[in-house]
């Protein structure tokens, strides 16, 4: 916390840093809390499209610059969409933190968005929509969300549609910058070997187009309980989720829900783990997990398994589940959970790109840096008390959501 910074720019851009002084390199992070949820079905897919374009040249650069700038200098340029946000961030040695912020906010108010870019472009997200869609691991959380959140944009896929993605063109595209995208929903993360200083004059030096305040929608969510859904695939092995929605990152019984989650499925000593996998020789991949947005969290357990041992494996969960409903959890057992997450959570400090999405991810969810021991006192907190009540609130069979993708007859057979 001593070495944090953070200041409100005049034109809205909010600039936060974190100097580690025994580190030479940076991570440097433009964030714009910009997602999926953001969308309607009509242009559902825009933000993840409009994240790929920006690589694809600008007024001063072209794509190849904007790699070679970076690249050719032993940096390392990258950028990611998630449903609440969009972030192009990059990596380097501190003498090449000027030429990273430039090649950056170049990136983001000098877009060309090419005719013939948008038509390329498409066919290879196109082809990492078919890359999910063939991969059920990734494909059955994304439907799982669908089904939980149908009724709310927070269920449409970051990726979109095949069909949205071929019609976008480049005025839809700017379109959608000019009413989503402003500095007052921006912010600048850099963690490592910076100086907060420093980041506001590139900051007033390179930001030379004005973005604008942006009128911020609210955002809202409504769940889909008990729904159910099977889907064929040509895949060898039945892939289940069994979950529903619970608490998000505003509501401080999240790190509740994380505790139960590692108790009852992350990590080869969990509950489920040693049940289903260890003494049943069931299921190689399984384990429960929790995805958190502003306002809620989807919480469950993921398995593949053989066919004809998948209602065994159901049965060794939900027996689980009642033990966890029934009789409270150890206190050695509680103790060894909320030492391995703060053990991944300290570890985590370790990478200068973990530090800044961690400052950026706290500042966009509380408007401020929630420190590590504030963490590391959250999770101690919870008590064997707590994780019973949240048991019998979230481990019901029947209050729980289930996909599945099965294998197709012909799958079966082979």
Not at 67 to 77: K, R
Not at 298 to 307: E, I, M, Q, R
Not at 309 to 318: D, G, H, S, V, W
Request: glycine share 6%.
């Amino acid at each position: 916390m001593d070495n944090y910074k953070k200041t409100v720019l005049s034109n809205g851009i909010k600039i936060i840093s974190e100097k580690i002084p025994y580190v030479k390199s940076f991570s440097l992070g433009f964030w714009f809390n910009v997602g999926s949820r953001d969308e309607i079905r009509k242009n559902n897919g825009i933000t993840h499209f409009i994240e790929h374009m920006l690589f694809k040249g600008t007024k001063n650069r072209s794509a190849r610059k904007i790699a070679e700038d970076i690249e050719s200098y032993g940096g390392y340029l990258n950028a990611f969409t998630s449903k609440e946000h969009t972030c192009y961030y990059g990596r380097g040695l501190e003498q090449h933190l000027d030429r990273t912020f430039s090649v950056l906010s170049d990136m983001i108010q000098n877009p060309l968005f090419k005719e013939n870019e948008i038509k390329k472009e498409a066919n290879i997200i196109i082809d990492e929509l078919n890359d999910i869609n063939d991969n059920p691991e990734e494909l059955i959380f994304d439907k799982f969300e669908e089904i939980l959140f149908e009724k709310s944009s927070l269920g449409l896929p970051i990726m979109g549609t095949e069909h949205n993605i071929k019609k976008f063109r480049k005025e839809d595209l700017f379109d959608f910058i000019q009413s989503k995208y402003g500095f007052n929903n921006m912010t600048i993360a850099a963690s490592g070997a910076v100086e907060h200083e420093k980041l506001i004059k590139l900051a007033e030096r390179y930001f030379v187009k004005d973005l604008g305040i942006k009128k911020v929608k609210k955002r809202n969510i409504e769940v889909s309980f008990c729904s159910n859904q099977i889907l064929e695939k040509p895949v060898q092995q039945m892939h289940i989720i069994l979950g529903g929605a619970t608490y998000g990152y505003k509501d401080d019984k999240r790190t509740v829900v994380n505790v139960l989650s590692h108790i009852l499925g992350e990590g080869s000593s969990s509950r489920l783990f040693q049940t289903v996998r260890e003494r049943n020789g069931i299921a190689y991949q399984l384990n429960s997990f929790i995805n958190s947005f502003f306002d809620i969290s989807t919480f469950g357990v993921y398995l593949s398994t053989n066919v004809k041992q998948a209602e065994k494996a159901e049965n060794l969960i939900f027996n689980e589940f009642k033990k966890l409903r029934e009789k409270a959890v150890p206190e050695r057992e509680l103790k060894k959970a909320k030492e391995y997450i703060k053990g991944s959570l300290i570890l985590s400090l370790e990478s200068m790109s973990s530090r800044m999405f961690r400052m950026a991810s706290s500042e966009s969810y509380f408007d401020r840096l929630v420190s590590v021991d504030e963490m590391v006192s959250l999770i101690d907190r919870v008590t064997s008390n707590d994780i019973l009540e949240l048991s019998n609130a979230l481990l019901v069979e029947d209050k729980l959501s289930k996909i599945v993708i099965n294998p197709s007859e012909k799958n079966i057979a082979a």
